[in-house]
């Protein structure tokens, strides 16, 4: 009887090495997309590369997250990715003309800035209300989308002088947002999606049309991707009119396709 269980329980161990080999042998047969994106798409992105691999679980959706200024200098410096999504039209061009992306470029969401406070902050009524805060954190405003698009807000209302040395520079949006969560700043602009997604602060106004930046994001394949048609397909697959609804609820805005984008 012993002498069974042990012939038993080796056959067992065989099988779940088996299953596990099997298993193995699977996941490194997923063909790669490696993704290089704005910081400020780390939620929405996520859940549409988790969406990508429920539909093609052929696919292995690998992203790297952070400002797109420093995302486009390392693609321009020969980083290896498959697709770039872009919080500024501009960096996008810009390594279009280094001639680092392939094929057509699409625009297809657009954002918009709030101003954050701490949990309780009192509301703000209008843009000059700023000048009572001592420290504004931004994204580093000569570099980084999200900070270009605030200081080009706060030249527009008139306030970009008296407020450039309230100024706290972050690395990205998303350290933007920190500042203003952990008590580091009084206040912060942030694109509406971060705002949404982060339950410790406050939404203390929308900044008004009049004065209110054009910000629209760019996504495109880049040239010598390592896995071009998963590059591709995944491309497709998140700036689909399907996905709309999906960007919506993470606070963006979906534009309407240059031309139709095919589904797969």
């Not at 780390?42 to 200024?69: I, K, R």
């Not at 008296?162 to 500042?179: E, K, Q, T, W």
Request: with cysteine; proline share 7%; net charge negative.
């Amino acid at each position: 009887m012993e002498s069974r269980r042990r012939s038993l329980f080796g056959l067992f161990l065989m099988l779940i090495f088996i299953v596990a080999g099997c298993r193995g042998e699977r996941a490194s047969e997923r063909q790669p997309v490696v993704v290089f994106a704005a910081a400020s798409l780390t939620d929405a992105l996520g859940a549409v590369a988790d969406s990508f691999e429920t539909v093609y679980p052929d696919y292995d959706v690998v992203l790297n997250l952070a400002a797109t200024s420093l995302l486009a200098r390392q693609i321009d410096q020969g980083a290896r990715a498959d697709v770039f999504f872009s919080a500024s039209v501009a960096w996008m061009v810009y390594l279009e003309g280094e001639g680092r992306v392939a094929g057509s470029v699409v625009e297809p969401l657009e954002n918009r800035l709030v101003v954050v406070g701490p949990k309780g902050s009192a509301r703000l009524t209008a843009p000059a209300d700023l000048m009572q805060k001592k420290r504004l954190a931004l994204a580093d405003p000569e570099s980084v989308p999200a900070g270009i698009y605030a200081k080009e807000a706060l030249v527009c209302a008139g306030l970009w002088e008296g407020l450039a040395s309230h100024v706290i520079p972050a690395l990205d949006v998303r350290a933007a947002l920190l500042a203003v969560r952990t008590g580091a700043a009084d206040a912060g602009i942030v694109y509406a999606s971060d705002a949404l997604v982060e339950q410790e602060v406050a939404v203390l106004f929308e900044w008004p049309e009049a004065c209110r930046p054009d910000v629209r994001y760019a996504a495109g394949v880049l040239h010598g991707a390592p896995h071009p048609e998963a590059a591709a397909a995944f491309l497709r697959f998140a700036t689909a009119p399907a996905r709309a609804a999906l960007w919506q609820r993470y606070g963006f805005l979906p534009r309407p396709p240059a031309e139709p984008v095919p589904v797969l």
